[in-house]
Nanobody
Framework: QVQLQESGPGLVKPSQTLSLTCTIS??????????WSWIRQPPGKGLEWVGA???????YYTPFLKSRTSISRNTSKNQFSLQLRSVTPEDTAVYYC?????????????????????WGQGTQVTVSS
């Protein structure tokens, strides 16, 4: 059973960079056909797919955040990370990391929990001065 755990600051000031890391246990970030995503849920809203990195290191981003987002991985630590630059209060959300065995357009545009095989518990990130 793959386990995912998000970590990072819970409070970020506007204009700064949000940095989160997802640590993978009981599984490998290089597992064939695995896609490792960041998904967020702003207060009172649905899930929003932010981006993903594949088992071979290819990256994918939502066009709405692409200019501010970077996703990377550390295979030796079995981790992948999210950086979201120039944050505003609209970036306040619970951020989840998740794994899937595919990355179709529907699950990126309108993600649901069943689209992804494994989820972290989520971490609240608040953007505020």
């Amino acid at each position: 059973q793959v386990q995912l755990q998000e970590s990072g600051p819970g409070l970020v000031k506007p204009s700064q960079t949000l940095s989160l890391t997802c640590t993978i246990s009981d599984g490998s970030i290089t597992t064939n056909d695995a896609y490792w995503s960041w998904i967020r849920q702003p207060p009172g809203k649905g899930l929003e797919w932010v981006g993903a990195i594949s088992y071979i290191g290819n990256t994918y981003y939502t066009p709405f955040l692409k200019s501010r987002t970077s996703i990377s991985r550390n295979t030796s630590k079995n981790q992948f990370s999210l950086q979201l630059r120039s944050v505003t209060p609209e970036d306040t959300a619970v951020y989840y990391c998740a794994r899937s065995s595919r990355l179709g357009s529907t699950m990126r545009i309108n993600p649901t929990r069943v689209d992804y095989d494994y989820w972290g518990q989520g971490t609240q990130v608040t953007v505020s001065s």
